[in-house]
């Protein structure tokens, strides 16, 4: 049985944000369990946040949420997809942070901004990404968990695939993330991959897209890994190597005379979370797209968040080793390839 104390209590409105990162104290409860305290929320309690946040706090777990919730996309970071509440569940985000010795992840689904039309004609996004990280308490056990993934991915497989090619530890586009990992093909609308860093097991899937692009389920892992090498490893230049090529903040170019500028326009979105759920309308902004131009002197390329390309001022596309992807509001790409396409020295 566990006991209840509320912090305090908030009302709910009619119409709000996302924009808020984590749930406000006012939407949480301290809760006593058997074995650990904890902070607890849902979309039912305090006003709108769209995260169901479980965190222990006593005894002191080995990572807090925030943390954890760090190790994934934010809210502006993937041009197209917004954090809109799930129509059921009237979530976008979970955090559960066990006690010590215990598992904890975090776990966030985008939408796509592009809509078609669900059931009872309800206007439903086409297409989702989710993105989650899993913290377990050692290397041995992250080896574990993989394979129980892996085995629950083989038990439903495609009678109308070949077994062989729809779960592989390979990736079909001939790179490598130089990590354990298993690529998730059993259906032509979703693409999966799960990808073991250490004690952590990243986990990235889109799905319900009229084509799912594996290029971009790749680019996404590469952004979460970057993430995660730069939490684990912040005072060494290894967290900027993705599998031995190098990746750093493409404003470092100024330093060396270009110009740098970005182009986010943002639009607004909007969705009703219908009874008995919400019965609320909650609204955003995100970016549409995320390019940025560099140029050095007459000479110009233009990179696209979670792109293997860029342009160049000559009309050429070149192909990246790693793609470009967001991190902290800016840009992350293999700086040398850039300065190569740019003649610099």
């Known amino acids: ?56 706090i006593e005894p002191k777990p080995e990572v807090d949420g925030r943390t954890l919730l760090s190790l994934l996309y934010d809210a502006q970071e993937i041009p197209g997809f917004a954090l809109m509440p799930n129509s059921v569940t009237g979530t976008h985000s979970v955090v559960s942070v066990r006690p010590p010795g215990k598992p904890s992840e975090a776990l966030r689904t985008f939408s796509a901004l592009v809509e078609a039309v669900g059931k ?29 993934r892996r085995q629950l991915m083989f038990r439903t497989l495609n009678a109308d ?12 586009s001939g790179r490598s993330f130089g990590l354990p990992m298993y690529l998730d093909r059993r259906f032509d609308l979703r693409r999966g991959v799960l990808i073991q860093v250490g004690r952590v097991v990243v986990s990235v899937q889109a799905s319900d897209m009229e ?32 599998n031995g090529v190098r990746v750093e903040p493409v404003s470092r170019l100024e330093k060396l005379g270009c110009l740098v500028s970005s182009h986010r326009p ?36 233009e990179l696209e968040a979670f792109s293997w390309e860029m342009k160049t001022w000559d009309g050429r596309v070149v192909k990246l080793f790693r793609p470009v ?15 190569q396409a740019l003649g610099m020295p």
């Open 1 to 56: 049985m566990k006991t209840i104390l509320p912090l305090l209590c908030a009302l709910g409105l009619t119409i709000a944000s996302v924009a808020q990162e984590t749930p406000p104290l006012s939407a949480m409860e301290r809760i006593v369990h058997s074995d650990h305290v904890a902070l607890e929320t849902t979309v039912r309690t305090g006003p709108y946040e769209g995260i169901s946040w479980q965190e222990c």
């Open 120 to 148: 009872e004609g309800r206007s439903v996004p086409r297409g989702t990404v989710t993105v989650q990280v899993e913290w377990i308490p050692s290397v041995e056990l992250a080896e574990q968990r993989l394979q129980e």
């Open 161 to 172: 695939k070949k077994i062989e090619e729809q779960v592989v530890s390979q990736l079909p």
């Open 211 to 242: 084509s799912v692009s594996e290029d971009f389920v790749e680019a996404l892992a590469w952004g979460m890994i970057y993430r995660l090498q730069t939490f684990l490893h912040p005072d060494s230049s290894d967290r900027q190597l993705l």
């Open 266 to 301: 943002e639009v607004s979105w909007s969705k009703d979370a219908p009874a008995p759920v919400m019965n609320k309308t909650f609204t955003g902004k995100v970016y549409s797209e995320w390019t940025c131009r560099v140029t050095w002197g007459q000479r110009w390329v």
């Open 325 to 339: 992807f967001p991190y902290r509001g800016e840009l992350i790409a293999p700086l040398q390839e850039v300065k």
